[in-house]
């Protein structure tokens, strides 16, 4: 039974691929016991079909294991809770929902970014190789720099 919803649209994943993403994180109980439920519904773009990822995880697991940082680390945002020093993670998960839901928010925003930087950087590549390719398809031979696309 989730108590309180006040879900955050998740910005990155609308601004690079026009998807909807929504987070939200709230009290439930757990066989009898205090719980963190943590909800992540997206849409892709075109697409009329709703994703739903949630965990529901005891209060007393959840703080021990940093709050949202276990939820980065079971939803693959990051690859490990050793990255986080024990102090940090006791300060994360000791946060308020709304600041680990933008906990959230910012590390999935941040590897957005690097898996869109990486593919940029694929396609320049491929640019550059396309580019060589067809100089040396117009004027014979291999007469353009190997250090460009070689």
């Not at 694929?122 to 696309?149: A, K, R, V, W």
Request: net charge positive; with cysteine; hydrophobic share 40%.
């Amino acid at each position: 039974m989730l108590l309180t919803v006040r879900w955050k649209k998740i910005e990155i994943s609308t601004k690079l691929l026009g998807n909807t993403l929504y987070a939200t994180i709230g009290k439930s109980k757990l066989a009898g016991k205090d719980a963190v439920l943590f909800l992540r519904v997206g849409r892709t773009k075109g697409s009329p079909d709703y994703h739903v990822f949630f965990m529901e995880i005891p209060q007393k697991t959840y703080r021990e294991w940093g709050g949202i940082a276990c939820i980065l680390l079971a939803t693959e945002i990051i690859p490990s809770l050793k990255s986080i020093p024990d102090d940090r993670k006791r300060q994360i998960a000791n946060a308020t929902p709304k600041q680990q839901i933008a906990i959230y928010e910012s590390a999935y925003t941040k590897i957005m970014m690097q898996y869109y930087k990486g593919i940029m950087m694929t396609q320049s590549q491929t640019l550059l190789q396309m580019q060589e390719l067809n100089y040396d398809l117009l004027f014979g031979d291999n007469i353009t720099n190997p250090g460009i696309g070689n």
